[in-house]
């Protein structure tokens, strides 16, 4: 079992930067696949970002592709989502989670199997 707390959010003018973290405990979380997710007003959850357990294969939506970059130091088992040129339709409450081993990079919610609380993002215009 793993729990994920998400921290970083709030309230950003259009073209501001954020930075989110996800600290993981429970395990160590340096074998592991991780994504960002999403959910606007509204709207289904969307998929962010992904990165490998190592670190050295991420993808991107391509919504957030260009202005985001998503990281981690499994030395203190934490991943992080770098969101510069931020817009008002990047307002969401933004979770992390933990990859199912046998699908990495999915962008389906469901192949995710731990969740954070999220962290809420708010940009105004």
């Known amino acids: 079992q793993v729990q994920l707390v998400e921290s970083g959010g709030g309230l950003v003018q259009a073209g501001g930067s954020l930075r989110l973290s996800c600290a993981a405990s429970g395990r160590t979380i340096d074998n592991v696949g991780m994504g960002w997710f999403r959910r606007a007003p509204g709207k289904d959850r969307e998929f962010v970002a992904f990165?490998?357990?190592?670190?050295?294969?991420?993808s991107y939506a391509d919504s957030v592709k260009g202005r985001s970059t998503i990281s981690r130091d499994n030395a203190k088992n934490t991943l992080y989502l770098q969101f510069d040129s931020l817009k008002p339709e990047d307002t969401a409450i933004y979770y992390c989670?933990?990859?199912?081993?046998?699908?990495?990079?999915?962008?389906?919610?469901?192949?995710?199997?731990?969740w954070g609380q999220g962290t809420q993002v708010t940009v105004s215009s």
């Open positions: 990165i490998s357990g190592n670190g050295l294969w991420s």
């Open positions: 989670a933990v990859s199912d081993p046998y699908e990495l990079g999915s962008t389906a919610a469901n192949d995710y199997d731990y």
